[in-house]
């Protein structure tokens, strides 16, 4: 099996702009942003989607939300912001590798979708 576009990126094959990297994760800007700031907190391990994570990815999922709001207070987002996972083609996944969109800088709207 071929390797995701984020797992290029994590093993640098690509380029992207990176806000933050850890052990578990790396924050990257989307290259098409819906927002005025659009970033992808993805896991180094693969986990395909959160539909098929195991109790064994709790630290990892976990870990993603936490680095979210860490990500967000460095940014300066105390307005607000917008954590989305998609799951599955009807969610308009698009990489088969487990990502946050983390939205903000703009009114979002309810509902989502």
Known sequence: MSKTIFQRIIDREIPARIEHEDEHCVVLHDIQP????????VPKRLIARVGEATPADAVVLGHLLVTAGVVAKKLGLAQGYRLVINNGPDAC?????LHVHLLAKRQMTWPPG
């Open 34 to 41: 819906q927002a005025p700031v659009h970033l992808l907190i």
């Open 93 to 97: 996944e698009s990489v088969p590798h």
